[in-house]
């Protein structure tokens, strides 16, 4: 006979369900996509999600790892701090005290697009690698593969839980560069803001700020890297994404 499953208490039921419509929103995705993602039927979904019935242990597994997140709080009582920091899992403070297990989901090779600064209606596509460093305890950003190998940029990766974005932020010596992205989506894209500096002639340095995507790698499957112009396979692709960022909109540019 089979063993009934687990259900959640009315508490931890309420926590799930709002954590889950705080990604729905974030993610901007349909409940009808991610019932299809966890393999859930849409009726049991709206159900949960209404507190018309509370989450069992399989329908949150299967919610988890459709939007590659943890659903479920343990107790302070079982999750001591010095343990964790000890182990080098939580994150430092300014980064957002983000798990390790967390943001597993952020975690990947992704081709990275962008308006290009020295040609109109170019864009520019590079790789960029996120991945969980061991020393610093944090998530971390190195790109690669870049037209202009001398400004090859890597940092360090913010998951703050009140905003809700990512933030890829270089610091060298001062100086910084700050590219900030919203969530990854069901299907793994992040939209957002690059924020930098335009080299000029001689020493002269302009800030600039323009739309930025991060498409994952498996999504792409023969990325044009460097100077990407019209007539290129994956021209209009990008673009396309470019202009997501804008329209959804992801980000929003103010007129002067």
């Known amino acids: 006979m089979p063993t009934p499953d687990k259900q959640l208490s009315a508490e931890q039921s309420r926590q799930v369900a709002e954590t889950i419509r705080?990604?729905?929103?974030?993610?901007?995705?349909?409940?009808?996509t991610l019932a299809e993602e966890a393999k859930l039927s849409l009726s049991t979904l709206e159900k949960v999600l209404g507190g018309?019935?509370?989450?069992?242990?399989?329908?949150?597994?299967?919610?988890?790892?459709?939007l590659g997140v943890s659903l479920r709080k343990l107790p302070e009582a079982t999750a001591p701090v010095p343990v964790i920091e000890a182990n080098g899992e939580i994150a430092p403070d300014a980064l957002g005290a983000y798990a390790r297990r967390a943001v597993t989901w952020i975690e990947g090779v992704y081709v990275t697009v962008r308006p290009s600064f020295g040609e109109k209606d170019a864009v520019y596509?590079?790789?960029?690698?996120?991945?969980?460093?061991?020393?610093?305890?944090?998530?971390?950003?190195?790109?690669?593969?870049?037209?202009?190998?001398?400004?090859?940029?890597?940092?360090?990766?913010?998951?703050?839980?009140?905003?809700?974005?990512?933030?890829?932020?270089?610091?060298?010596?001062g100086q910084h560069r700050l590219i900030t992205v919203s969530r990854p989506r069901i299907t793994g894209e992040m939209y957002g803001i690059i924020t930098t500096l335009l080299a000029g002639r001689g020493s002269l340095l302009t800030p600039i700020a323009?739309?930025?995507?991060?498409?994952?790698?498996?999504?792409?499957p023969n990325p044009?890297?460097?100077?990407?112009?019209?007539?290129?396979?994956?021209?209009?692709?990008?673009?396309?994404?470019?202009?997501?960022?804008?329209?959804?909109?992801?980000?929003?540019?103010?007129?002067?």
């Open 125 to 173: 596509a590079y790789r960029t690698e996120i991945a969980w460093d061991a020393a610093a305890a944090s998530l971390t950003f190195r790109e690669g593969e870049r037209l202009d190998a001398t400004y090859t940029q890597f940092g360090e990766v913010a998951v703050p839980n009140q905003s809700g974005f990512v933030y890829l932020v270089t610091n060298r010596h």
């Open 22 to 32: 705080e990604e729905i929103a974030r993610r901007r995705i349909s409940r009808q």
């Open 52 to 66: 018309r019935r509370p989450f069992t242990l399989a329908t949150t597994v299967r919610l988890e790892q459709a």
């Open 210 to 220: 323009a739309p930025i995507a991060y498409l994952p790698a498996k999504n792409v």
């Open 224 to 256: 044009s890297v460097g100077r990407v112009s019209a007539g290129d396979p994956n021209y209009d692709v990008y673009r396309e994404h470019l202009r997501r960022t804008i329209d959804e909109p992801f980000a929003i540019f103010l007129p002067a």
